[in-house]
């Protein structure tokens, strides 16, 4: 029984830190594109962002009115891709809103 939790337990770390792994991952590369806007005052149509342990992936859709749409695609060295949206204020040149899936 005590074996049975053990496992439990390590597999539950295991899982926990692969997703504070990916929540580092995409909130690294929201900031790094919320600096190129604001310092560029725009963001490249698409481009890329190098992890340790994997890649993430962006790429923007045409502005609607003051908002600008950023699909992020995190793929990992284990196999694992996670999807992820943000929205920058146009006006404002900051993130309003992201979502990972």
Known sequence: MHTQKLI???KMSLEMALILQQEYY???SVK???NMYQSMGTIPPSGT???QKGIMKYQTDPPMEYLLKVN???S???????LGK???DMRTK????WTVF
């Open 76 to 82: 990992l060295q284990s196999g694992e891709t996670v």
């Open 86 to 88: 943000g929205y920058f």
């Open 26 to 28: 995409f909130l690294s």
């Open 32 to 34: 790094k594109v919320e």
């Open 94 to 97: 900051k993130l309003t809103r």
């Open 72 to 74: 992020f695609t995190l």
């Open 49 to 51: 962002i190098p992890f």
């Open 8 to 10: 439990t337990e390590r």
